[in-house]
């Protein structure tokens, strides 16, 4: 099946502790169901000093599962589904089923 959530997409979170909050996808892990948001599901972690980066406790993003995610409307920026169709020149795009827009540019 394709891919609804892709790296880059600008996303709305739905449930949990950050509902509500919207960032871009850094990275999507489909074998576990997830996805890294910016700024979303931050959590500390300790960090050793290396020769490039400085030691401490630092936030970092946590994954946060996809079924929690929703695809912000290009439009209004507010929480979409996601429907896919057949252009013309044969590609297939994915589009917001709330407005109507391509997602896909």
């Given amino acids: 099946m394709a891919a609804k959530i892709r790296k880059g997409d600008k996303v709305v979170v739905l449930t949990g502790r950050d509902k509500g909050r919207d960032g871009e996808v850094l990275q999507v892990?489909?074998?576990?169901n997830r996805a890294l948001v910016r700024g979303v599901n931050m959590v500390k972690?300790?960090?050793a000093q290396s020769?490039?980066?400085?030691?401490?406790?630092?936030?970092?993003?946590?994954?946060?599962?996809?079924?929690?995610?929703?695809?912000?409307?290009?439009?209004s920026g507010k929480p979409?589904?996601?429907?896919?169709?057949?252009?013309?020149?044969?590609?297939?795009?994915?589009?917001?089923?709330?407005?109507?827009?391509?997602?896909?540019?």
């Avoid at 994915?94 to 896909?104: H, Q, T, Y």
Wanted: proline share 7%.
């Fill in 45 to 47: 972690r300790h960090q």
């Fill in 29 to 32: 892990l489909p074998k576990e």
């Fill in 80 to 105: 979409t589904r996601v429907g896919f169709k057949i252009l013309d020149d044969g590609r297939k795009v994915r589009f917001s089923k709330s407005s109507g827009d391509l997602i896909d540019v």
């Fill in 51 to 75: 020769q490039t980066q400085q030691g401490g406790v630092i936030p970092k993003e946590a994954p946060i599962q996809l079924s929690n995610l929703a695809v912000a409307d290009p439009k």
